[in-house]
């Protein structure tokens, strides 16, 4: 994915939709990638790719919805 970096990773499928949902509110266009295993979901990661220019901003976003 030319252009965008993967800013978080994680076996969670829903969390990972939820920070993309923060993210999306913050103007940040933001995407999942699931790589999660269709026939066993125990296995494989989510990953959450913003465009390059943004990915400080987004990281910063998040790092604030852990530490709450």
Do not use: C, R
């Not at 969390?15 to 990638?33: C, F, P, Q, R």
């Not at 699931?34 to 790719?49: R, W």
């Amino acid at each position: 994915m030319e252009n965008w970096t993967k800013i978080h990773e994680t076996s969670d499928l829903q969390y990972a939709e939820l920070l993309k949902s923060l993210l999306l509110n913050e103007d940040i266009d933001a995407v999942t990638m699931n790589q999660k295993d269709s026939s066993n979901l125990i296995f494989g990661t989510v990953s959450l790719y913003v465009p390059n220019d943004l990915a400080d901003k987004a990281k910063a976003i998040i790092q604030a919805q852990i530490d709450e």
